[in-house]
């Protein structure tokens, strides 16, 4: 499945099969069909159900899933609604891998940085966190650096 993405010449009949690995019970399996859907057609993904697949992998104990799920959703941005309250609940894991991975997704959606901000912050003055001070820093002055719409 994670060789279907390499396709874009063939998306009819690769997306299809994208779906339904989207539908299988194994969370590998529909992490590889979300990354690999994402990575196909960004577009076509959100549209097909993504996000709600990506949020409940999210959610999963299995942070080697989490974490990689984290990093496909910083490719969401037409979904922001969704995803970024899902990266930021994630942003607070136990887990330095799910946890970083969140704030560097947090880190692309520049259009809610008003809503990220106050999570970084307090992160930020956590002491018992998993996610590194330093990424915490870099994304709140990456956030900080664009200047919000008028």
Known sequence: MLALRYFPEEKEKVIPI???GLKEPNQRVRMVALIS???????????????SVAIDLLRQPDDQI?????????ELQPASLLVVPALLGAAQ???ALL????IRSLGKFSGQAA???????????????????KLIQETIQK????????
């Open 93 to 95: 894991s136990r887990s």
């Open 115 to 133: 809503e990220i901000m106050p999570t970084l912050r307090k992160l930020q003055q956590t002491k018992d966190k998993a996610a590194s001070t």
């Open 37 to 51: 859907f994402v990575k196909l057609d960004k577009q076509q993904a959100i549209f097909k159900g993504v996000v």
């Open 18 to 20: 994208l779906e339904e």
């Open 99 to 102: 946890a970083n991975d969140a």
């Open 66 to 74: 989490a974490y990689r799920v984290a990093k496909i959703m910083g």
């Open 143 to 150: 956030l900080e650096a664009v200047k919000p719409p008028k």
